[in-house]
Nanobody
Framework: QVQLVESGGGLVQAGGSLRLSCAAS????????MGWFRQAPGKERDFVAA????????YYTDSVKGRFTISRDNAKNTVYLQMNSLKPEDTAVYYC?????????????????WGQGTQVTVSS
């Protein structure tokens, strides 16, 4: 199993950028697909983006396509979410999660081992 710790959140103005990081422990990290999710106040946790075990495939929810980029560095056991052109509606707690299926990008329900989350707040 993989343990995950997110970082990089903060307060940013609309149109700004942030890069989130998710550090993973465990030698099996390289075998997992990784994903980012977010939860706004009073709402359910939603899928944002996912990446395959070796980074050759990615998958995004429509609302972030062209603005967010997911990537990973298996040598550092870390997955990233570069967020550009941020909007107030991107405000949420962002979580990373793992999927033992290395290409299970759209199987949202198969993601688990959640981190503690990092807060992203976008002001208008």
């Amino acid at each position: 199993q993989v343990q995950l710790v997110e970082s990089g959140g903060g307060l940013v103005q609309a149109g700004g950028s942030l890069r989130l990081s998710c550090a993973a422990s465990g030698r099996t990290f390289i075998r997992y697909a990784m994903g980012w999710f977010r939860q706004a106040p009073g709402k359910e946790r939603d899928f944002v983006a996912a990446i395959s075990w070796n980074g050759d495939r990615t998958y995004y929810t429509d609302s972030v396509k062209g603005r967010f980029t997911i990537s990973r560095d298996n040598a550092k056991n870390t997955v990233y979410l570069q967020m550009n052109s941020l909007k107030p509606e991107d405000t949420a707690v962002y979580y990373c999660a793992s999927n033992p299926n290395p290409y299970g990008l759209s199987a949202v329900g198969d993601f688990g081992s959640w981190g503690q989350g990092t807060q992203v707040t976008v002001s208008s």
